[in-house]
C-alpha cells in the first residue's frame, strides 16, 4: 500500500537559528510584528509498505539516518493513506 509522508525538520529550540533571525529582522523592517521566527525544512513524499505501521517505522528510520541532524535539530511527521 502507498502511503503519504509529511516530514518537518526543525533546529533545536535551544540553539540559535541564524536564518530565522534574518528573516525576523526583514519581516520587521517591513513591518510585520513577528518574533521567535525559526527556519527549517518540509518534505514530502510517497512510501511503499505493507501496514500504516511499517510505513512510520521506515520514515523514522529513514529521519534518523538521513534526514535530519541529531545534534542540531529535531524531526517530527505525518504518515497517512
Avoid at 521567535?36 to 534518523?64: L, P
Amino acid at each position: 500500500m502507498q502511503y503519504s509522508v509529511e516530514i518537518n525538520v526543525m533546529p533545536l529550540k535551544e540553539l540559535l537559528d541564524p536564518q530565522g533571525k534574518a528573516v525576523e529582522h526583514g519581516l520587521h523592517n517591513l513591518g510585520f510584528d513577528a518574533s521567535n521566527v525559526r527556519i527549517g525544512k518540509h518534505m514530502t513524499f510517497k512510501i511503499e509498505a505493507a501496514s500504516k505501521e511499517e510505513a512510520i517505522a521506515k520514515v523514522d528510520e529513514a529521519c534518523k539516518k538521513l534526514l535530519h541532524n541529531q545534534v542540531m535539530e529535531y524531526y517530527e511527521f505525518v504518515v497517512s493513506e
